[in-house]
Nanobody
Framework: QVQLVESGGGLVQPGGSLRLSCAAS????????MGWYRQAPGKERELVAS???????NYADSVKGRFTISRDNAKKTVYLQMTSLKPEDTAVYYC???????WGQGTLVTVSS
């Protein structure tokens, strides 16, 4: 079974930082493009960032310059470093294996003073 487990969410003040982690299982991780998505209340799920097997990255315009996606194939983990957080970043964040279209259960990020 493919398993993705997100962690690192929580409550943070505007302007603060959080680092999300997604721990994966399965031998296919190293060749898969991974993505971070988020879904805010009342909104559609959207792609935040993606990273290929060769560490090529793409970001949504709304997070460019603030978020950084990275991966550690030895640990089968993908990260999302979030800085300069804004209230509009509040959402449940999910990681996704693009090759298998596998999803984790999500971790909640709340940006509020």
């Amino acid at each position: 079974q493919v398993q993705l487990v997100e962690s690192g969410g929580g409550l943070v003040q505007p302007g603060g930082s959080l680092r999300l982690s997604c721990a994966a299982s399965g031998s296919i991780f190293s060749i898969a493009t991974m993505g971070w998505y988020r879904q805010a209340p009342g909104k559609e799920r959207e792609l935040v960032a993606s990273i290929t097997s060769s560490s090529s990255t793409n970001y949504a315009d709304s997070v460019k310059g603030r978020f950084t996606i990275s991966r550690d194939n030895a640990k089968k983990t993908v990260y999302l470093q979030m800085t300069s957080l804004k209230p509009e970043d509040t959402a449940v964040y999910y990681c996704n294996n693009r090759l298998l279209n596998a999803w984790g259960q999500g971790t909640l990020v709340t940006v509020s003073s």
